[in-house]
């Protein structure tokens, strides 16, 4: 199997255009065409997590945290990221980064978060806008259901967990070829007026070329008709943190309790305990603070992410408890995960989850 069928894999879970803007996910070294002989999966990419990727003849390391984040001028192993990247050229090993695209799919690293806590009616906690686009074409009856096939093989038409969406008119068209036209129907210089249906679709906005594409492969009239129109429309299905219940609301103290010994936590920094009891819960793997006005008027009882800091505690304001697990504790389960996922698509494939507890915080 070559690396980049892993990686399409991947990124029909969890697309690339779904990272953020900041982010950095993607084939960060290596050859994608290459043949891969195993594959080692791990929240970050350390030295030790390259060396094991060495001795188990791993060619391939999938990791949650991009090692290159921000722009390189110089690669001469004077730090921990210019080290590894060299290391990593040096012995043929490709690092992919599955990051913000991972976080902000549902069932993606909080949606772990949630099925470890076992929430029920889990949703997004805020919701990506601006990623949807609407097609409208134009084509006579008979053209009409060669060219829907053709969009909806193409990705048009998905809303939420709805596949195949779309909507269609009639209507009275009207054209006159010019000069130098080929047109299907009709003459040259010529007005022709006959019915048309109008067909409307709406698409996730990275698959706009294939989009176009197909549907002027699947058309027959010489120059196509088509609005493409940018939606403020929300993606149900995608977006930061996660928001669930629990089947029965618990006293704050004993969901603590549980949640330490689930996430086998050592601490847990948290904001004053109200006395009500706990159903609702957000969540956030990773630095969740900029989610908390969120997850309060989401009217969560508790939200629980990481990298909170101390200022930020204060926006609590009695109306939730703020709950920081540690961010690698928070994100422990997204190995897993990514196991699972291959796994399941790739059982005969050499997968391993990396041994290397690349944790950089301690606790006393």
């Known amino acids: 199997m070559l690396i980049k ?16 803007d900041y982010d950095n996910a993607g084939l960060l070294t290596g050859n994608k065409n290459e043949k891969c002989t195993g594959a080692i999966i791990s929240l970050d990419v350390t030295e030790e997590v390259v060396k094991e990727a060495i001795e188990k003849k791993c060619n391939l390391i999938i990791a949650h945290h991009p090692i290159i984040f921000k722009g390189l001028k ?71 259901k060669k060219i829907q096939e053709a969009l909806f093989a193409a990705g048009a038409g998905h809303i939420g967990k709805y596949s195949e969406c779309s909507f269609i008119t ?20 010529v007005r ?10 709406i698409f996730q906005s990275y698959k706009e070329q294939q989009i ?74 990773g630095a969740g603070s900029f989610l908390i006005n969120a997850a309060k008027e989401a009217g969560a009882d508790i939200f629980i992410t990481s990298d909170i800091k101390y200022h ?17 504790e928070s994100e422990q389960f997204t190995i897993g995960l990514l196991f699972d996922i291959l796994k399941e698509k790739f059982p005969n494939f050499a997968l391993q989850k990396t041994v290397v507890d690349t944790n950089p915080v301690y606790c006393f």
């Not at 069928?5 to 953020?20: D, K, M």
């Not at 043929?92 to 009616?121: F, M, R």
């Not at 009207?174 to 080929?182: D, L, Q, V, Y």
């Open 5 to 20: 069928e892993i990686i399409n894999y991947l990124e029909t879970i969890a697309p690339p255009f779904l990272q953020e």
């Open 74 to 144: 110089k690669i001469n192993g004077n730090n921990y990221v210019e080290r590894i990247i060299i290391s990593a050229i040096k012995n043929d090993i490709a690092i992919y980064a599955i990051h913000t695209n991972l976080d902000n799919i549902l069932d993606g690293v909080n949606g772990k978060i949630a099925e470890k806590l076992s929430l029920t009616k889990t949703k997004i906690l805020l919701q990506k806008e601006s990623q949807l686009k609407k097609l409208i074409t134009f084509a006579p009856e008979g053209m009409a």
């Open 170 to 189: 009639k209507g009275n068209s009207t054209f006159k070829a010019e000069e130098g036209a080929n047109p299907t129907v009709g003459k040259i210089g």
């Open 192 to 201: 022709e007026e006959g019915a048309e249906l109008k067909m409307e679709f």
């Open 212 to 285: 176009i594409t197909a549907m002027k492969d699947a058309h027959e009239y010489e120059e196509v008709a088509y609005d493409i129109l940018p939606l403020g429309n929300y993606l149900s299905d995608c977006g930061s943190g996660l928001i669930g219940e629990l089947e029965e609301g618990v006293n704050e103290e004993s969901f603590l309790s549980e949640l330490k010994e689930i996430f086998n936590l050592s601490i847990i920094k948290h904001t004053a305990l109200s006395g009500k009891k706990i159903k609702k819960i957000a969540v956030c793997g």
């Open 312 to 328: 930020e505690f204060f926006d609590a304001e009695g109306a939730i408890v703020l709950a920081d697990i540690g961010h690698y």
